[in-house]
């Protein structure tokens, strides 16, 4: 029996750094200075896709095995399939033990996911990622200057630079839960894998009483080769999207330093959440590209609509979004614009919008179109009506009474321009002028 959970985290590693630390090698006279290999972004995208699917086509093995090596190595850890995140939520209150704050890392899985439903039961949520960056407005500081990508040594981007076991006996544990949403983790042997921009998981891990880790069933892979190579490229494709995404400290909030100090006699708990939540779901043949999908957020980069996306504590993804749809914890994506922008970042090339598209032709095959559906659905019959009366139409649609309770039946906000009618139509016009 191994001793306890291997968690490794991986932070980013300074070009500076690696470069001097090869120079002075090949300075001091060794024959095979540690340069690692160009690698390209091509090369990245054709390997991180092959894992992926690799994971995918065998996700049921890997499950069982992973249950299983926890269950034989690590019986102190405790483990819970949870099929949604009520489910998991319910678990987590019962081993609460009436700690009421949890710390969460910015993991979607947790911050969006999980949070909802864990205030709603109560609990004082802190996004501790956030919480660190503590800037007064929106902005990339020198802190944030990171390394920048290249072909030359992408890999090395970022590297694994702390290696735990288990939770250690500290003498600053404090009273809080803390639920981590983890970047990967090998059904080989159990090693958990985190990708770490500040130290808030490193934290969590040192000084929460509970610590839960929240293992998605798209985060199993086959081994730490694969899980470390996984968590890189969340690193590699995602830094451009923490950077941007980073927004200030909200007022008010909780600080884990005011919390209180555990009596030495209690001792500190592992559990381990296996969450299926809709992932499962996926693997039918029309969405299976979506369970490839790594999280590196990179597909929010130059979306046109981002900010319908985002609030202040949640830097979302069209993915997620479209995820929220699918899983029916939100009733429409028709603010996607298909303008493709999310599908040409994506390094698992996962066609976003397509996937949208079908959803959506899902959505309405499933259950007859709404009012608004039918009505902005025909703009010829809009427009055959509007036509004839033009000016009279032009005026009602203008008018603010008339607005709001057709923006009640039509959804249509009441502040839209909307086009004009015109009396004479293109058809006239062009018999005319011809
Ligand atoms: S296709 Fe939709 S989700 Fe993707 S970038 Fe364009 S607007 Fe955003
Ligand atoms: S869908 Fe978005 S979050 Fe997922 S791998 Fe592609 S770019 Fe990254």
Not at 39 to 54: F, L, M, P, T
Not at 304 to 321: A, E, G, K, L
Request: aromatic share 8%; proline share 5%; hydrophobic share 40%.
């Amino acid at each position: 029996m191994d001793k306890d959970l291997p968690i490794w985290i991986l932070e980013p590693e300074l070009t500076e750094k690696r470069d001097s630390s090869a120079r002075k090698l090949f300075e001091g006279g060794q024959r095979t200075p540690h340069i690692p290999e160009t690698i390209s972004i091509y090369d990245i995208k054709r390997r991180i896709r092959a894992v992926r699917e690799y994971a995918r086509n065998n996700l049921d093995m890997f499950v069982a095995e992973l249950k299983n090596n926890l269950k034989q190595k690590y019986p102190q850890v405790k483990v819970k399939s949870a099929q949604d995140s009520t489910e998991a939520v319910e678990y987590i209150t019962r081993v609460s033990d009436g700690l009421n704050v949890v710390s969460i890392n910015n993991s979607s899985i947790v911050a969006q996911e999980l949070r909802p439903e864990l205030t709603a039961t109560g609990f004082t949520v802190v996004n501790s990622y956030l919480n660190e960056f503590d800037v007064e407005k929106r902005s990339i500081l020198d802190y944030w200057d990171l390394p920048r990508l290249s072909d030359k040594n992408l890999l090395g981007t970022f590297e694994v630079s702390i290696k735990t076991a288990g939770l250690d006996p500290t003498n600053d544990t404090k009273k809080y839960l803390a639920v981590l949403g983890v970047n990967a983790i090998s059904a080989e042997d159990c090693t958990v894998f985190f990708l770490e921009h500040f130290s808030n998981i490193h934290n969590d891990l040192r000084q929460a009483e509970k610590v839960l880790l929240v293992v998605g069933l798209d985060k199993i892979v086959k081994d730490r080769k694969d899980a470390i190579f996984q968590t890189k490229c969340m690193g590699i494709f995602g830094m451009e999207s923490a950077l941007l995404g980073i927004g200030p400290k909200s007022e008010g909030t909780l600080s884990l330093d005011e919390l209180g100090l555990l009596p030495s006699d209690k001792s500190r708990e592992l559990h381990v959440i296996i969450l299926d939540n809709g992932r499962s779901n996926l693997l039918q043949v029309k969405y299976e590209d979506l369970f490839l999908c790594i999280g590196c957020r990179a597909c929010n980069q130059h979306c046109p609509i981002q900010h319908s996306f985002t609030n202040v504590d949640y830097i979302w993804t069209p993915r997620n979004f479209l995820n929220q749809f699918l899983s029916g914890r939100s009733d429409s994506i028709d603010v996607c614009l298909h303008c493709e922008a999310c599908r040409m970042e994506c390094p698992l090339d996962i066609d976003l919008p397509h996937l949208m598209w079908q959803a959506k032709m899902d959505y309405v095959n499933k259950r007859s179109p709404s009012f608004y559906h039918r009505i902005l659905g025909r703009p010829e019959l809009l427009a055959r009506l509007g036509t004839p009366l033009a000016p009279l139409a032009n005026l009602l649609m203008n008018n603010g009474l008339i607005r709001s309770p057709m923006e009640i039946i039509t959804g249509i906000d009441r502040k839209a321009t909307l086009p004009k009618f015109h009396s004479r139509t293109f058809k006239k016009w062009f018999r005319k002028n011809a």
